[in-house]
């Protein structure tokens, strides 16, 4: 027997006794064993051996639950799906089979708490599409990245002091778009004591070893994704308590939420830097936002350019107001940032015939659709499959598709827009997701409404 099902007898044996209303000292007398022989069982100490295990069917009768590895097993891939939404991914596999397995009726009660936490948020998320302000939500519901990401949302997606601060330090080292890299490894050594090092490998897009002062990159990044990455570690180092006192404005006060706003805040800086926002601003609007173009233009990736596009909000000098998401094969949304007041669901899911999804089927292309949605807006979308991680025949590697949308009044900038029918008519209709979804003759509808949004519509 292994390790991990002998960890799972102890607490089932010491279940399947009490059902029989037997004490430990009854249960050791008609077993033959010393009480504490089969305290030590109950505690997983010693191995419940086939001679015990034969005796135990003697005076227990049917014993096949004891046994049984099915129900515990199944339990695992559920509770790490579980804890992982919440945000506690640290769990480890062998705790689960513990828990799962001497535990089972805790697992149970976790896994419906955590659907009830979810049928919450997606109450909270229906309602809050009906008063048309994502800010009035239920924040406490959601987990810290999401808060985060919220947070920025509600600027507009726009930090100007962090916008002011690369551009003036950009003209400060005297760098040119595209060409960052060089002047920025050596600002990390001579300011700092940090040097660079790009090797094969490894996942982490960027890992600062403070004890040897050396930043590692990995070869796989472009020069100005890895200009990028020394741009984020640069900020924290020069200006740690710019991004302590944006990180207090925010009101994050836990070590988790504080974590991840340094990193959006200092990833921010690294776009501001390597993409300044004067000057990326005009290649935009020069460029009809072409970002195969712009991409080129500042040595980034696809994925960097539309970030950026969804940040450009300055007072007096804005661009166009976009948004932007980035989703899995599963649906799964890991970034999702607007510079205007788009709501992206939180819950329920996203809408099949939103042509982000179409990107997966067709890698390479920049697709494009215009949508309606059920309260009557309509916009135009881009969308295009991206993947990053190690170059390489069988290496592995993150895919995503990322879409970029506008009001449809705003379509004709984009040069995406050229030969596209954009008239309103030609409008795909289309939704948040079908908990929170108006459309009553969508063919695609996988649930219903839930009751409540339906109870607001009336």
Request: with cysteine; hydrophobic share 40%; charged share 25%.
């Amino acid at each position: 027997m292994s390790p991990h099902r002998r960890l799972e007898l102890g607490l089932r044996l010491q279940r399947l006794r009490q059902r029989q209303g037997l004490s430990q000292a009854q249960l050791a007398q008609a077993l033959g064993l010393s009480p504490s022989y089969l305290n030590q069982i109950e505690r997983n100490k010693r191995p419940l051996t086939p001679a015990v295990q034969a005796r135990l069917r003697q005076v227990l009768g049917e014993t096949a639950g004891l046994f049984d590895a099915d129900d515990p097993a199944a339990l695992i891939d559920p509770l790490h799906e579980t804890l992982a939404a919440l945000d506690r991914p640290g769990v480890t596999t062998a705790e689960l089979r513990a828990l799962a397995g001497n535990l089972p009726q805790v697992a149970h009660a976790l896994l419906d708490l955590h659907r009830e936490h979810r049928a919450l948020r997606e109450r909270a998320a229906a309602l809050e599409l009906q008063v048309g302000d994502p800010g009035t939500g239920a924040p406490a519901l959601l987990p810290p990245g999401d808060q985060v990401r919220d947070y920025f949302n509600r600027l507009r997606n726009h930090i100007p002091e962090l916008d002011t601060l690369a551009e003036r330090l950009f003209e400060e080292l005297g760098l040119t778009p595209g060409h960052t890299g060089p002047r920025l490894r050596q600002r990390l050594a001579d300011r700092h004591g940090v040097l660079v090092q790009v090797h094969d490998g490894g996942q982490a897009k960027r890992r600062l070893d403070t004890a040897a002062r050396v930043l590692h990159l990995p070869d796989y990044l472009r020069p100005g994704q890895q200009a990028f990455q020394m741009a984020a570690e640069l900020v924290l180092l020069e200006h740690p308590e710019l991004i302590a006192a944006l990180t207090a404005r925010a009101g994050f006060d836990d070590a988790q939420r504080v974590a991840l706003a340094r990193i959006g805040l200092s990833n921010y800086f690294a776009g501001a830097l390597v993409m300044p926002y004067g000057r990326f601003l005009h290649d935009a609007e020069h460029s009809r936002y072409d970002i195969e173009w712009l991409a080129h233009r500042f040595g980034v990736g696809f994925e960097a350019v539309c970030h950026r596009l969804s940040t450009l909000q300055r007072e007096g000098a804005p661009g166009l107001p976009i948004f932007f998401m980035r989703v899995d094969r599963a649906g799964n949304v890991s970034k999702r940032h607007s510079s205007t007041d788009f709501h992206f669901s939180q819950v329920g899911g996203s809408c099949p015939l939103w042509i982000v999804y179409e990107a997966f089927n067709q890698p390479g292309r920049v697709l494009t659709q215009v949508t309606r949605l059920p309260d009557g807006r309509r916009h135009f979308w881009l969308a295009r499959q991206v993947s990053t991680g190690p170059v390489g025949y069988g290496q592995p590697r993150k895919t995503f598709a990322l879409t970029v949308g506008c009001d449809l009044r705003h379509a004709e900038r984009l040069v995406y827009a050229r030969g596209i029918d954009i008239r309103p008519e030609s409008a795909v209709p289309i939704g948040p997701g079908c908990r929170t979804c108006e459309w009553r003759d969508c063919l695609q509808r996988a649930f219903p409404p839930l009751p409540q949004l339906a109870s607001v519509v009336r």
